[in-house]
């Protein structure tokens, strides 16, 4: 032990009471370590001090602090606050929101060790992958989103007070069901949120100067139907196959009120907004940990939290980290914070200690050195998905004692096909990988025809893959949903991906007047 | 970096929400509270109530795929014995806990389950309630008057000048008659005293302080404010409605009311108490006990306190008429009574008991309601069908235009629909 360590007025704050005045040296010191030694690069933080019931809320608001009104965030909300009440879950110790500056909930029980990991991991974890990973860039607009949920806010309370809760719900609701559906997977240009308020309001002035009741008095065109356009050219009239429900629903929908399309442009816009945190879990959570490890353990090295604080530290990391096997009660999957915080320690080690091994898996990356860059690197170019594929090691696989089942319906057992063996660590990655490719994941489903001539039925596809087919009752709600959107008739086909054969059809007929004012 | 203390932002956030989603559950959130209301004391009513609810009607669907069918594939950790190609026994109930199909926003549950606060919980137990007569008609004959504004007037008191009106008056009426600006005046002045400095000539000096002086004389004549700007706050009195109510707890505490008794009656009391408090701004109790001679008591000594005697129940009747009188004059309060016995009664006394009640209680009460509590396993000979001496009393009393209701309960179980049914809003009529 050095000297450096038992100076006790070396130290950043004692025992767990926090104030401002603690908090705002721990914060200049963490700094310090983040940007000189780390190298982070943060946008401006912004920390609020929340209490237990505040926390709640920002839970059950999907963690924003400014949402609009919705009964289904309500239904969250009453859910947490009995399973937190009842202790039978806590709550977590901050909040992160991807934004400029970028504000970070704090709550007022925890302590001041829990405080300091908290700044650590969210002020500067977090916060450096929101600004730096390449998804986040292309896809979120840190700057204008906490000013377009402000607008979002009151449009739709406005509409609420102009056409009445039951219609703005009847919205709302079948937007949040197609939330997944909403979203641009390859996107034409970065959406500026800031000017989204600008262009509603162009849009409605648009339409109100260019109203014109004369086209009212215009004669319809002579009976009969006209003559119907060749399949592919009414597709390409509509864009279509388009994988946006929300969007073609929002531009296409016939019999929708410009409020209504508007509503669920909001609801896409959120939508889109969360799609990179959706597809960056492991990573994010994996960054902060990392990123929180080694800020704690560089105030510990230089004397600056005091031992006990070091080990209260060390008991909620490795609560954070903590892995059940596939055998334990607790188990419910992989542990993001754990295969993260594993795979960043990971990349960190090959870059500096590589071994035989490693060198011929990471030809590039084994002994680079400078592990830190390395993983600042992986942290801005990559998604859970593909960071999986390029950077688990067989001596991750090995550690963690991965294994691939195959749960085939047919057949009474469940199969071993690959454990972390020679054979195994190629299968097992590209396996796991692919349980975080969104794409993958979330079924794809696809609008694929629908005739405005004709009897406008709109028609959907499921590429179904490895037969498993969607959850009944489920897309039956979720069709009702968009038939009340669309005013017509829907259909949802179930196709193989392989053979084009049509498994399952679901259709919902026209509901009975809506949308028209 | 900005540290912000948020702790002290206005609370309850999430209310508006809350409200939304009890609005959207209603008919499960009152068929739950119903369902639970029979179950619990009335004690119990001061905390909230957890309830359950059926998930269909606040579901959240989405497209996902289905639990079960199908080729799927999980990596797992924490092997230990396997080896490539080892078969596994099939868990219960298909993929669930393992991989990534574990529904994490509790979709697929059958039920969800939060808990209610109290002032919810009885709200949604009320709510189809109503009180008879719930304001009294007598309105015109209150002595209470309340202000209310009514526009404004010429005329009042200077501590109900309204200056907004009167300033507005008072700027139209001066552009009206072109009342020469301040600035006016100042810059003739000016130009008078530049042309005196300067020695111009004579007569347009004088042209000048000719113009001066009339537009000084005409702002002189044309007042700022003139007693016709001036405006008032105008007041109306109007009869206000009487918000406060008066409950008597009437009951027979001789030998023959057991403990079990006396709890019925009470659970009935607090509920027409909680009743009241949520129609009544203000609710005042007053609690009588009698055996052959009636008392005025605090709550404890009513409920807990034993005494012997006969059982005269007029005398109860006289004391709260008597209370009445003093306290509580039927102009002013809305008068509510509840009166529980076992139906024991003198029976040279229930004749003046049925006068008493017939032509002094009842017409100066909102309502009257008299619970006859019998001992739960009782299945003696009330329970067979023989009348008790005051329920036959009673009843002669009993017709369509009086505000008496007669129940029994026997067990608790009882109360709540024996209450809900003496107040449940009338269908039909209203």
Known sequence: ?517 | MNIIDRRLNPQGKSLANRQRFLRRAKEQVVKAVRDASGKRGIQDIENGEKVTIAAGGVREPSFHRASQGGVRDYVVPGNKEYVEGDTIQRPDGGGGGRGSEGSADGEGEDEFRFVLSRDEFLDIFLEDLELPDLVKQKVKQSESHTLTRAGYSVSGSPANLNLVRTMRNSLSRRIALKRPKRDEIRELEEMLREAEEAGEDATQIQALREQLEHIVLRSRRIPFIDPIDVRYNRFESVPKPIAQAVMFCLMDVSGSMTEHMKDLAKRFFMLLYLFLRRRYRSVDIVFIRHTHEAKEVDEETFFYSTETGGTVVSTALEEMQKVVQERYPDSEWNIYAAQASDGDNMSSDNAKSATLLRDVILPMCQYFAYIEVAAEHNMGLSALGRETELWRTYKQVQSPERPLAMRRVRSRREIFPVFRELFAREKAGA
């Open chain 1, 1 to 517: 032990m050095t000297a450096v360590i038992t100076r006790p007025e070396a130290l950043l704050y004692d025992g767990v009471e926090w104030d401002y005045d603690k908090i705002k040296r721990v914060y200049d010191a963490i700094e310090h370590i983040a940007l000189k030694e780390m190298g982070l690069d943060v946008y401006p933080n912004q920390i609020e001090v929340i209490t237990a019931e505040q926390m709640l809320d920002a839970y059950s608001s999907i963690g924003m602090p400014l949402m609009y009104k919705h009964w289904s965030f309500g239904k969250h909300f009453a859910r947490d606050e009995m399973m937190y009440r009842k202790g039978y879950r806590g709550l977590a110790y901050e909040i992160v929101i991807n934004s400029s500056p970028c504000i970070s909930y704090i709550m007022e029980e925890n302590t001041m060790t829990m405080q300091t990991l908290v700044i650590a991991h969210a002020a500067f974890g977090h916060n450096h992958f929101f600004k730096n990973n390449q998804l986040f860039q292309q896809w979120t607009d840190a700057q204008g989103i906490l000013d377009y949920l402000e607008f979002a806010k009151t449009y739709i309370a406005h509409c609420e007070e102009r056409y009445g809760h039951a219609a703005v719900e009847r919205v709302l609701d079948a937007a949040h069901a197609l939330m997944s559906q909403g979203v641009h997977k390859y996107p034409k240009k970065r959406s500026d949120l800031r000017t989204e308020q600008r262009r509603e309001r162009e849009r409605q002035e648009y339409q109100d100067q260019t109203f014109n009741d004369l086209w009212r008095t215009v004669p319809k065109t002579a009976a009969g139907p006209r003559p119907a356009k060749s399949v592919s050219e009414r597709k390409k009239l509509l864009g279509l196959p388009e994988e946006n429900i929300l969007y073609f629903l929002e531009k296409k929908a016939p019999r929708l009120e410009h409020w209504q399309r508007e509503l669920l442009r909001i609801v896409r816009h959120i939508s889109q907004y969360f799609y990179p945190q959706k597809q960056t879990k492991v990573m994010n959570e994996g960054c902060a940990t990392y990123v929180h490890y080694q800020i704690m353990s560089r105030l510990h090295e230089t004397g600056q939290i005091s031992e006990g604080a070091f080990l209260e530290f060390l008991h909620s990391h490795t609560s954070v980290v903590f892995q059940p096997e596939f055998d334990d009660k607790r188990f419910s999957g992989l542990n993001p914070y754990a295969l993260g915080f594993a795979m960043m320690q990971d990349i960190a080690r090959i870059a500096e200690k590589p071994t035989d091994e490693d060198r011929q898996w990471f030809p590039d990356l084994a002994g680079r050195g400078d592990g830190m860059a390395a993983v600042r690197e992986a942290w801005a170019n990559f998604r859970d998905e593909s960071f999986v594929l390029q950077y688990l090691s067989p001596h991750l696989m090995r550690k963690l004692k991965l294994f691939s089942v195959r749960d085939d319906a047919e057949d009474p057992y469940l199969l071993v096909d690959h454990i972390h063996n020679e054979r195994g660590y190629r299968d097992i990655r590209k396996k796991l990988a692919r349980q975080y490719d969104l794409g993958y994941l979330e079924p794809d489903i696809q609008i694929v025809d629908v005739d405005l001539a004709g009897d406008r039925k709109l028609i959907l596809q499921h590429r179904v893959t490895n037969g498993v087919l969607l959850d009944e009752s489920d897309a039956k709600a979720v069709l009702r949903h968009i038939a009340n959107l669309w005013g017509y008739e829907v259909q949802l086909i179930e196709v193989s991906a392989i053979s084009e054969a049509i498994l399952k059809e679901h259709a919902v007929t026209a509901p009975s007047g809506i949308g028209v004012g």
